[in-house]
């Protein structure tokens, strides 16, 4: 099993930025891919970037350019840096960790951009 801490979020103004963090422990090994995700109220959660065993990144539309998701092997940590924020980025974010057939959620964390 995987467990999955975020922390880092907060509220902030508009065009200001945050850096998010998701410490993982447990089987760690057999992650395969990180990502990071959010759900809005009253929307369905979706998905924001991603980053694989091997460093590889992809990103939603909706933030490419703006949010940059990076890893600490040594920390055993992923970070999800967002700058240039808006008030449609509000949600609470969680991170997902994949370790196929299995997936796990951590437990999110908020993030408020007021206008």
């Known amino acids: 099993q995987v467990q999955l801490v975020e922390s880092g979020g907060g509220l902030v103004q508009a065009g200001g930025s945050l850096r998010l963090s998701c410490a993982a422990s447990g089987s760690i090994f057999n992650i395969n891919v990180v990502g990071w995700y959010r759900q809005a109220p009253a929307k369905q959660r979706e998905w924001v970037a991603a980053i694989t065993r091997t460093g590889a990144t992809t990103y939603a539309s909706s933030v490419k350019g703006r949010f940059t998701i990076s890893r600490d092997n040594a920390k055993n940590t992923v970070y999800l840096q967002m700058n240039s924020l808006e008030p449609e980025d509000t949600a609470v974010y969680y991170c997902?960790?994949?370790?196929?057939?299995?997936?796990?959620w951590g437990r999110g964390t908020q993030v408020t951009v007021s206008s």
């Open positions: 997902r960790a994949d370790t196929p057939p299995y997936f796990y």
